[in-house]
């Protein structure tokens, strides 16, 4: 089982940055994912963009690039994103999500999600 706690979200003004964290606990394999989603009200939740583990490589979704970064941490198991230039149309339910394999299934968690609103 693993353990995402999330924090960093909140109320800013378009233009604005914010920073969300995201630590994983438990029994973690090395072949693994951790990523971030959004969901707005009405909408589906969508990926954010995400990073594997033990790697530089990332993938951000259209809407962000060039905004929001994405890193993490392999000692800590925690996951970042940095928010620049923020958007009203930025404005939901940030989730933390965490994808890990050991060779045969794979294992997907959550995190409780944190709220990001951009006042125009």
């Known amino acids: 089982q693993v353990q995402l706690v999330e924090s960093g979200g909140g109320l800013v003004q378009a233009g604005g940055s914010l920073r969300l964290s995201c630590t994983a606990s438990g029994s973690i394999f090395n072949f693994n994912v951790m990523g971030w989603y959004c969901q707005a009200p009405g909408k589906e939740r969508e990926l954010v963009a995400s990073?594997?583990?033990?790697?530089?490589?990332?993938g951000y979704v259209e809407s962000v690039k060039g905004r929001f970064t994405v890193s993490r941490d392999g000692a800590k198991n925690t996951v970042y994103l940095q928010m620049n230039s923020l958007k009203p149309e930025d404005t939901a339910v940030y989730y933390c999500?965490?994808?890990?394999?050991?060779?045969?299934?794979?294992?997907?968690?959550w995190g409780q999600g944190t709220q990001v609103t951009v006042s125009s």
């Open positions: 990073i594997p583990g033990g790697s530089i490589t990332n």
């Open positions: 999500n965490f994808v890990m394999w050991d060779g045969n299934r794979e294992f997907e968690f």
